[in-house]
């Protein structure tokens, strides 16, 4: 999703904004303790140099357990980040303390956002050697003569 996006959901959202993790809401009473501008510079695994630009929420869970973050809230940090920060309309990831800090994406489905889990990949398979995958399928779904490998059928 990307901030356009994700500006006009919280417009949509007239709750608190519930955000939730494999199925599960997070503790209602997070904040939002960063906004900010991720630039990333790097080589691939094929020598080819890449940037990649997020912009990127950290969600933090205190003690305060009656704090909720309205939508009106959300949104006047953004636009206040907006004016210093956030000058492009980019791909938005969410980070969260699990074992480690995990970084996200997210979705709307309407009513609640999700913190969508994200994937490593090969960025240039061809120049480091991963073979295609081959796409595994059932002998009996190759079709052809029924009467084939059948006695009589003439095929041996």
């Given at each position: 999703m990307i901030l356009s996006e994700f500006k006009k959901a919280l417009a949509l959202t007239t709750?608190?904004?519930?955000?939730h993790l494999d199925g599960n809401p997070i503790?209602?009473?997070?904040?939002?303790?960063e906004a900010g501008h991720k630039t990333k510079t790097f080589v691939d695994c094929g020598g080819t140099l890449r940037k990649e630009e997020r912009i990127t929420f950290q969600v933090w869970v205190a003690q305060d357990f009656d704090h909720r973050l309205t939508s009106e809230k959300l949104l006047s940090i953004i636009e206040s980040y907006e004016s210093n920060i956030l000058k492009a309309d980019l791909e938005v990831e969410f980070e969260y303390q699990q074992s480690t800090i995990g970084i996200f994406g997210l979705a709307f489905d309407g009513r609640y956002f999700h913190l969508q889990p994200l994937q490593t990949d090969c960025l240039a398979p061809n120049s480091c050697g991963i073979p295609?995958?081959?796409?595994?399928?059932?002998?009996?779904?190759?079709?052809g003569s029924s009467s084939c490998c059948t006695p009589g059928g003439g095929c041996c």
């Open positions: 709750h608190p904004v519930i955000l503790p209602a009473h997070y904040h939002i303790t295609e995958t081959k796409t595994k399928i059932a002998l009996a779904d190759l079709g």
